[in-house]
């Protein structure tokens, strides 16, 4: 079921942050092999203390652990995808809602479980729901733990797509080619505006939106946009 564990969590962290600095990748999708997407963290595969717990190392644990992991892929400089295809649980449901746009087989389940387990949520959790849905059917989903099934994911609108289990991978394939051939940069910057946008007022908002364009049209995708505009053709964009 694909419990994250701590070598997981790291080598995800690792590719995210290698495709944020690699111009020749322009998209990315996070999916899964087998019965479920991600069932959560693996406390297993946890290396084991060399000495007794004390006062602040939980909270040290959540902040170098799944607070890392959902942070690389808010951060991620280029669109990420979610191909949902099973189970996504706790921490791996919380991978899913973190990525920019979410895909899922309609035999997909998204599962608030830590109230089952008697734990506050992790892993964003508590920032990203009430952003995608907000407070009160946040609370709802983490005071009962409940299965939501994927389309009752999609309507509440946490899922951008439901479809069959068997269309997954080709949908997913589909919008990352259109991803990926559109303007990266102008993307990565929409992300950044879309993402900051909730936590701040609208002069900050506007300022912010200001400086991204300036950025921006330095780009070779902005000049190619305009030029293939005046000139009345396709643009080709080269993430640049």
């Known amino acids: 079921m694909n419990a994250v564990t701590w070598d997981q969590r ?5 590719l995210l942050a290698e495709a944020s600095a690699d ?3 322009r998209a990315v999708v996070l999916t899964a092999t087998g019965r479920g997407f991600c069932a959560g963290a693996d406390l297993r595969g946890t290396p084991a203390p060399d000495r007794e717990r004390v006062p ?8 170098l652990g799944a607070q890392r992991l959902i942070a690389a892929v808010l951060d991620c400089e280029k669109p990420v995808i979610a191909a949902v295809n099973g189970t996504a649980a706790g921490i791996g449901a919380h991978l899913a809602f973190a990525c920019d746009l979410v895909l899922a087989a309609d035999t997909a389940t998204f599962i608030e479980v830590f109230v089952r387990r008697g734990l506050v949520p992790d892993g964003g959790g508590a920032y990203l729901l009430p952003r995608l849905v907000g407070p009160q059917r ?14 009752d994911a999609e309507r509440l609108g946490l899922v951008n797509r439901t479809v069959p289990a068997g269309e997954l991978e080709a949908l997913a394939k589909e919008w990352a080619g259109r991803l990926a051939a559109g303007p990266t940069r102008a993307l990565a910057l929409t992300k950044q505006l879309v993402n900051a946008s909730l936590d701040g007022d609208r002069a900050t908002a506007f300022a912010a939106e200001a400086a991204a364009q300036e950025i921006n049209m330095t780009t070779r995708d902005a000049n190619e ?16």
């Open 10 to 14: 790291e080598r995800i962290i690792a």
């Open 138 to 151: 946040a609370k709802e989903l983490m005071f009962f733990g409940d299965a939501l099934t994927a389309a």
């Open 56 to 63: 602040g190392d939980v909270a040290r644990t959540i902040r």
């Open 23 to 25: 111009p020749a990748v």
């Open 225 to 240: 946009g305009v030029a293939s505009f005046v000139e009345r053709r396709p643009p080709t964009y080269e993430g640049r």
